[in-house]
């Protein structure tokens, strides 16, 4: 349904975008605060396959983080919300699952992402909380989002050895920096999509001018066998005939050119030049070529 024209566009676009994601680091940097979450995940426990969230309430920019952990490959998440009603439905729209709000001390030792987002104006979680957790857990790390505004993790859980909290202010800076760094790449990026364009006109040329090569090299086949055919097994004959049958026409041309005095005579001269890599002496000799076959 596409055509060959746009399918060929698209692919050209394809190969661009591919070149400026391999060849310069503009993709490497988070720039959103979902992107950012996702990104410091990634660095405390690697591929996020095997882990599970716990999504605490159901604001909107908690459900983000979660919804952005979950395409970055998140294995599970687990929703708690005071009102069930809004858990299942968020948890529906993440392909997880809710639990009553008052499991949350029994949920949190599995938990290797916390995402926090009540916002009730009292902490949701305490350091003696989260100490417990990292108890059961042997002290496995635990990434934590305070997605709260009031926040919603007691500042002292920083103190934890293996508790990694982040709130949206550093989440933000995280963000930020990330914008920085791409806007140094983007010069490089607009570079090989400068080089990709180019490419992309200089293969449509071509293709433009295929019609005329093929047409040409038709010419010549058809130009050989009948010269095979004509001169049987005497090559030398047949050679010497190829050549002046497929020299006549062009030096037919150029003697019309020359004797009419014809303005197009240079650039035609030009263009043989061109064409075959000739350095002609000064022309004169160029309507003599496709003598030899009449006399022949």
């Known amino acids: 349904m596409v055509g060959p024209e746009l399918e060929g566009m698209l692919a050209a676009a394809y190969h661009a975008a591919k070149r400026v994601r391999t060849e310069t680091s503009i ?39 979660a919804e952005h952990l979950r395409r ?9 919300a005071n009102i069930m009603a809004q858990a299942e439905e968020l948890a529906l729209r993440l392909g997880g699952h809710f ?5 949350l001390t029994q949920r949190l030792p599995e938990a290797d992402i916390v995402v926090s987002a009540v916002a009730s104006g009292r902490y949701v979680l305490t350091q003696a909380m989260v100490k417990d957790a990292l108890a059961a857990r042997r002290q496995k790390p635990v990434f934590l989002i305070d997605a709260g505004v009031p926040v919603d993790i007691e500042p002292a859980v920083n103190e934890l050895d293996s508790a990694f909290v982040y709130d949206l202010a550093d989440l933000e800076n995280v963000a930020v920096e ?9 010069r490089a990026a607009a570079e090989i999509i400068e080089q990709e364009v180019e490419r992309y006109f200089d293969v449509q040329a ?6 005329l090569v093929s047409a040409l090299r038709d010419h010549f086949e058809d130009t050989r066998r009948d010269i095979l055919d004509t ?17 006549h026409g062009p030096s037919e041309v150029l003697r019309h050119l020359a004797t009419t005095r014809d ?11 061109r064409l075959f890599g000739l350095k002609a002496d000064g022309g004169e000799n160029a309507g003599n070529d496709g003598d030899e076959e009449s006399s022949s």
């Open 27 to 65: 993709g490497e940097r988070p720039v959103s605060i979902a992107a950012a979450a996702e990104r410091l995940a990634c660095n405390v426990h690697g591929s996020l396959d095997d882990c599970t969230a716990l999504l605490i309430g159901a604001g909107e920019m908690g459900e983000l983080i």
């Open 231 to 247: 001169a049987s097994n005497d090559t030398d004959s047949a050679t010497r005939l190829l050549v002046n049958r497929l020299l």
């Open 206 to 211: 071509g293709r433009a001018a295929s019609p």
């Open 178 to 186: 990330g914008l920085v760094g791409r806007d140094a790449e983007t």
């Open 99 to 103: 639990e009553p709000f008052e499991k």
């Open 263 to 273: 303005p197009m005579l240079p650039e035609a001269e030009r263009l043989i030049e």
């Open 72 to 80: 970055g490959g998140l294995g599970r998440v687990i929703v708690l």
